[in-house]
């Protein structure tokens, strides 16, 4: 079994943990968004094993990583993610029936169903966009701050990337630009040890992302993804100096995929059985469940209620993509640009 993470903060003192500044609401929204997150997962697995949708990335067991960071955003901010962002879209609003009308091809679809599930961007709701190319959304992020800065508003832009992307060398210039022109952009790896089959600790030197912050001139910083808690309360230091124009910060959040790379990919020989149980047993929304129970936070009813809750909203999810039309053939013609030059 590979050995667990080591959680380091090389650049700066890690922040503790004031649970004054999270209210009982939000570990409840929390809760709800996460169960959310997982039960659309897994019913985007069901609609595959249909043959209704093609060659999704489950985000199943990293959901606590995005919903802690955009438990901090607010109307204006916004989102990037990449391959694997169905949990990031969730975590940021975006409509679960939009996104399952988008999975199956239907024009209801938050891309009139011609982008599918690695394309899913919601501009209203502050999701700038999924994408299968891997590292191509950091630069699109920071432009996006670059934007949010030009314009003098104190809004920050949030891209999430694997830690394969993580050796793009793309990501090393925008750290860069960001950082002499202190953008307000938060550079979140969601670190789940793998990138496709390749292990992280073979493929990174140095054996972790956050530490280059620090040739940056930037904060780097490494959270446990697999409690939402710590996701939000450690990233607040990242969102409050974006806010306030002092510029970027790298969180690489330690976290775990349950599923194969991609839908199809069974089984998984480059990963131990007893590596997976092992995060398992720590799963992030037994983490909170627990939590919410043992601090009295609310009752064992209060979260029934919101899982029965968040089932009937992914079967209503369902049942409005099965509802809708496929994309007229006209539709091919529409969203196109065509250059003259
Ligand atoms: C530029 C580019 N190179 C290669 C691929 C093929 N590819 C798709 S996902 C992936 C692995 C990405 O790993 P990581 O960034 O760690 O994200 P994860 O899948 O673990 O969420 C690769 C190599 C791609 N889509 N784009």
Same mark, same amino acid.
């Given at each position: 079994m590979a050995t667990d993470f080591i959680i380091i903060d090389i650049y700066k003192e890690e922040p503790g943990l004031d649970m004054q500044k999270i209210d009982d609401k939000l570990l409840m929204q929390f809760f709800e968004t996460m169960v959310t997150i997982r039960l659309f997962e897994e019913e985007c697995r069901r609609q595959a094993d249909l043959g209704k949708l093609r060659g999704m990335h489950s985000s199943i067991g990293q959901e606590a990583v995005p919903v802690g960071i955009c438990g901090h955003l607010k109307e204006g901010d916004y989102i990037l993610g990449n391959h694997r962002s169905h949990h990031h879209c969730i975590a940021r609003g975006v409509d679960i029936n939009e996104m399952m009308a988008e999975l199956l091809g239907k024009s209801t679809g938050t891309n009139r169903g011609k982008g599918g599930t690695m394309h899913i961007a919601d501009i209203d709701k502050g999701m700038l966009g999924a994408n299968g190319v891997v590292g191509s959304n950091i630069p699109v992020a920071t432009g996006a701050a670059l934007s949010a800065k030009m314009r003098g508003t104190d809004n920050v832009s949030v891209v999430f990337f694997g830690d394969g992307a993580s050796g793009q060398g793309v990501l090393y210039e925008s750290m860069n630009l960001a950082s002499i022109w202190k953008l307000p952009v938060i550079f979140v790896c969601e670190n789940n040890r793998y990138a496709e089959a390749t292990p992280f600790e073979y493929a990174i030197a140095g054996g972790n992302v956050s530490s280059r912050a620090e040739g940056f001139d930037m904060p780097g910083i490494q959270i446990d993804g697999q409690s939402v808690i710590e996701m939000f309360l450690k990233a607040t230091p990242a969102i409050e100096r974006a806010r306030n124009g002092e510029g970027p910060t790298l969180i690489e959040a330690l976290t775990y995929r349950y +599923? @194969?790379?991609?839908? @199809?990919?069974?089984? +998984?020989?480059?990963?131990t059985k007893e590596e997976e149980e092992h995060y398992k047993s720590n799963d992030c929304i037994k983490q909170i469940r627990n939590y919410l129970i043992e601090e009295e936070v609310c009752g064992l009813d209060d979260l029934t209620r919101l899982e029965e809750g968040a089932s009937v909203k992914v079967e209503q999810s369902v049942k409005f993509a099965d509802d809708s039309s496929f994309p007229d053939d006209k539709a091919l013609y529409e969203d196109v640009y065509i250059s003259n030059s």
């Amino acid at each position: 079994m590979a050995t667990d993470f080591i959680i380091i903060d090389i650049y700066k003192e890690e922040p503790g943990l004031d649970m004054q500044k999270i209210d009982d609401k939000l570990l409840m929204q929390f809760f709800e968004t996460m169960v959310t997150i997982r039960l659309f997962e897994e019913e985007c697995r069901r609609q595959a094993d249909l043959g209704k949708l093609r060659g999704m990335h489950s985000s199943i067991g990293q959901e606590a990583v995005p919903v802690g960071i955009c438990g901090h955003l607010k109307e204006g901010d916004y989102i990037l993610g990449n391959h694997r962002s169905h949990h990031h879209c969730i975590a940021r609003g975006v409509d679960i029936n939009e996104m399952m009308a988008e999975l199956l091809g239907k024009s209801t679809g938050t891309n009139r169903g011609k982008g599918g599930t690695m394309h899913i961007a919601d501009i209203d709701k502050g999701m700038l966009g999924a994408n299968g190319v891997v590292g191509s959304n950091i630069p699109v992020a920071t432009g996006a701050a670059l934007s949010a800065k030009m314009r003098g508003t104190d809004n920050v832009s949030v891209v999430f990337f694997g830690d394969g992307a993580s050796g793009q060398g793309v990501l090393y210039e925008s750290m860069n630009l960001a950082s002499i022109w202190k953008l307000p952009v938060i550079f979140v790896c969601e670190n789940n040890r793998y990138a496709e089959a390749t292990p992280f600790e073979y493929a990174i030197a140095g054996g972790n992302v956050s530490s280059r912050a620090e040739g940056f001139d930037m904060p780097g910083i490494q959270i446990d993804g697999q409690s939402v808690i710590e996701m939000f309360l450690k990233a607040t230091p990242a969102i409050e100096r974006a806010r306030n124009g002092e510029g970027p910060t790298l969180i690489e959040a330690l976290t775990y995929r349950y +599923q @194969g790379h991609f839908g @199809g990919e069974n089984p +998984q020989s480059y990963r131990t059985k007893e590596e997976e149980e092992h995060y398992k047993s720590n799963d992030c929304i037994k983490q909170i469940r627990n939590y919410l129970i043992e601090e009295e936070v609310c009752g064992l009813d209060d979260l029934t209620r919101l899982e029965e809750g968040a089932s009937v909203k992914v079967e209503q999810s369902v049942k409005f993509a099965d509802d809708s039309s496929f994309p007229d053939d006209k539709a091919l013609y529409e969203d196109v640009y065509i250059s003259n030059s």
